[in-house]
């Protein structure tokens, strides 16, 4: 069985903060669970939880809903290395985690299902999260 973990990205401070299923208590204190985006915390502040979704990138990170990953796509004749990014997310339609393609932002649930062949094979990492780093979907969406 794998870990139930969350963090909880606290604008105030501009950090990550994290929690184990066991520290119920301060996961509830972050946000109000039936409308996350919108729910003040004990502190007035607002929190997004993301989960942990079980798989680790190349160099042993965990990965949450909300990071942005980098995975090899292919290198060109002239020898330059070209990447895929996507960010993390839920799929109600797939039932599942996926990564969603940065590049288009036409449709939302345009990606790729295959983040655990990735994992296995180790050729993605976690480069940032769409908190701390938003520029990250910004350079690769222009």
């Known amino acids: 069985m794998r870990d139930l973990k969350?963090?909880?990205y606290d604008p105030v401070n501009?950090?990550?903060?994290f929690a184990d299923l066991d520290e119920t208590e301060k996961i509830e204190s972050w946000?109000?669970?039936d409308n996350p985006v919108?729910?003040?915390?004990?502190?007035?502040t607002l929190f997004d939880v993301m989960q942990y979704i079980g798989i680790k990138d190349k160099c042993a990170r965990e990965v949450y809903r909300g990071d942005v990953l980098r995975a090899f796509h292919f290198k060109d004749s002239d020898g330059?290395?070209?990447y895929l990014h996507h960010e993390v997310r839920w799929s109600d339609r797939f039932n599942g985690w996926f990564a969603r393609n940065t590049e288009n932002k036409s449709d939302d649930e345009t990606g790729s299902l295959?983040?655990?062949i990735y994992a296995k094979n180790n050729e993605f990492e976690v480069i940032g999260n769409i908190y701390e780093n938003p520029e990250l979907i910004e350079m690769v969406t222009k």
Do not use: E, L
């Open 6 to 8: 969350f963090r909880g």
């Open 14 to 17: 501009n950090k990550m903060v």
């Open 31 to 33: 946000v109000a669970w």
């Open 38 to 44: 919108d729910s003040p915390t004990n502190s007035g």
């Open 80 to 82: 330059k290395i070209h």
């Open 114 to 116: 295959q983040m655990w």
